[in-house]
């Protein structure tokens, strides 16, 4: 017995999922379009998560709150509430037809058609605000003033200093991918 009303699409669904949570519906169709839809009373819980070209898969993250597109050579991290993207596109070397997140979430695998899988890390980097201002003055190669109002460059030692400080800090902006 139906237990939702129909949920409306501008053309017809290719593809619907249930989060793992179960309180999310997310379906694909065929104008080029996914969407997250509440499980409860069918409602649209986020635009159309819209692609310029047609979604081929899609999956949620395993707490149900993150949601994975692929399209042509593309995939996509939308916020499974907002339909907000969560990532810039993130580019394939060819069409990309499946996309699974890992069991932790920070961490996805990729299906492509030159016959390869990828796997990408979604896990921010997390930084101190004394590596956060080494990093900045690292890349600037300049640091802000005492007075705070303009930028000075950074001799070579200074740098030199920073960079060293850097690497004796375990970190993963460091290390090897």
């Excluded at 707490?63 to 394939?92: Q, Y």
């Excluded at 990309?96 to 990828?118: L, Q, Y």
């Amino acid at each position: 017995q139906r237990v939702l009303p129909p949920l409306p699409h501008d053309e017809g669904v290719l593809y619907a999922i249930f989060s793992p949570d179960g309180q999310r519906i997310a379906t694909i169709s065929g104008n080029n379009a996914a969407r997250v839809w509440d499980a409860a009373n069918g409602e649209g819980l986020t635009p159309h998560l819209r692609h310029a070209r047609q979604v081929t898969h899609l999956a949620f993250s395993p707490d149900s709150k993150v949601l994975v597109t692929t399209s042509a050579n593309l995939i996509r991290i939308w916020d499974a509430n907002t339909g907000e993207p969560v990532t810039p596109p993130i580019m394939h070397p060819d069409a990309v037809f499946s996309a699974e997140f890992g069991p932790d979430g920070e961490r996805i695998v990729t299906g492509c058609r030159d016959g390869r899988a990828r796997v990408w890390n979604l896990r921010p980097y997390h930084l101190d605000k004394e590596e956060m201002i080494l990093w900045t003055q690292l890349l600037s190669a300049h640091r802000i003033d005492r007075a705070g109002t303009d930028l000075e460059p950074l001799s070579l030692g200074t740098l030199s200093n920073a960079w060293h400080k850097l690497r004796s800090k375990p970190s993963r902006l460091l290390a090897a991918p």
